[in-house]
């Protein structure tokens, strides 16, 4: 999963640089070389992230409204998704060492309609906090935020996921190893999100095909 090249200039810059300071920029610390080799990579200063996240609660045929307004950690400007997923795979563990989590968010285009995404960096006690964070639910299937988290928990158990995007109706993540009945598994993802089907693979033959040859999940709910 790694990517040789990118380790290598990692191996390099970090052996080479003579500091082990540390910023924190909106609540995330992190190693300033570190840092510097992103700002780097990516072409662009950090941006403070702020998630607004919106609760509905039925109350006597009513709705009460909750609003969490989230500051947590910095992304950067969007970058080519073969890129932005090749950071993540390099500076993903040296991220966690310091208590924070890599990931993409914010799936757009650009004007040859190739893919872009922010990568982003929170401080997160593991992986499905940042579901929590970017509050990923799927209101068309009646599917909570803490549903998916559950779900997701427990095909970790399974699989061994590792999430590299997430956003509001989307998440994607790595799988460390195929799960013993693969025909169990793809169904019952399948059954919790039809889409990854109806509005992806087509047929399930297909998906199970994919989860072979790449080992990669997702799920996104239209």
Same mark, same amino acid.
């Given at each position: +999963?790694?990517?040789?090249? /990118?380790?290598?200039?990692? =191996?390099?810059?970090? =052996?080479? !640089?003579? !500091?082990?300071?540390?910023?924190?920029? *909106?609540?995330?610390? %992190?190693?300033n070389s570190l840092l510097s080799e992103l700002k780097i990579e990516l072409g662009s200063n950090p941006l403070d992230f702020q998630k607004i996240n919106y609760y509905y609660?039925?109350?006597? =045929?009513? $709705?009460?409204?909750?609003?969490? !307004?989230?500051?947590?950690?910095? /992304?950067f400007k969007p970058v080519p998704e073969q890129k932005a997923k090749k950071i993540v795979d390099? @500076?993903?563990? @040296?991220?966690?060492?310091?208590?924070? @989590?890599?990931f993409l968010k914010n799936l757009t285009f650009d004007d040859s309609w190739s893919t872009l995404y922010e &990568?982003? %960096? &929170?401080?997160?006690?593991?992986?499905f906090e940042i579901l929590k964070i970017m509050n !990923?639910? #799927?209101?068309n299937y009646d599917l909570t935020n803490d549903d998916i988290i559950t779900k997701m928990k427990?095909?970790?158990?399974?699989?061994?996921?590792?999430?590299? %995007?997430?956003?509001?109706?989307?998440?994607? #993540? @790595? +799988?460390?190893h195929l799960p013993n009945d693969l025909t169990k598994f793809t *169904?019952? &993802? $399948?059954? /919790?999100?039809?889409?990854?089907?109806?509005?992806?693979?087509?047929? +399930?033959?297909? +998906?199970?095909?994919d989860y072979k040859a790449n080992k990669y999940f997702w799920m996104w709910w239209d």
């Amino acid at each position: +999963m790694k990517n040789i090249t /990118f380790l290598l200039l990692l =191996s390099l810059s970090v =052996s080479c !640089t003579p !500091t082990n300071k540390t910023v924190e920029i *909106n609540g995330v610390t %992190i190693n300033n070389s570190l840092l510097s080799e992103l700002k780097i990579e990516l072409g662009s200063n950090p941006l403070d992230f702020q998630k607004i996240n919106y609760y509905y609660e039925s109350k006597d =045929s009513s $709705y009460t409204e909750t609003v969490d !307004t989230i500051n947590n950690g910095f /992304f950067f400007k969007p970058v080519p998704e073969q890129k932005a997923k090749k950071i993540v795979d390099v @500076y993903s563990d @040296y991220i966690k060492e310091e208590g924070n @989590y890599i990931f993409l968010k914010n799936l757009t285009f650009d004007d040859s309609w190739s893919t872009l995404y922010e &990568v982003t %960096i &929170v401080k997160a006690k593991d992986q499905f906090e940042i579901l929590k964070i970017m509050n !990923t639910e #799927a209101v068309n299937y009646d599917l909570t935020n803490d549903d998916i988290i559950t779900k997701m928990k427990k095909w970790d158990k399974l699989v061994g996921l590792n999430v590299v %995007i997430a956003q509001g109706d989307r998440v994607e #993540a @790595y +799988m460390d190893h195929l799960p013993n009945d693969l025909t169990k598994f793809t *169904n019952e &993802v $399948y059954e /919790f999100c039809p889409d990854v089907i109806d509005q992806g693979y087509g047929e +399930m033959k297909d +998906m199970i095909s994919d989860y072979k040859a790449n080992k990669y999940f997702w799920m996104w709910w239209d």
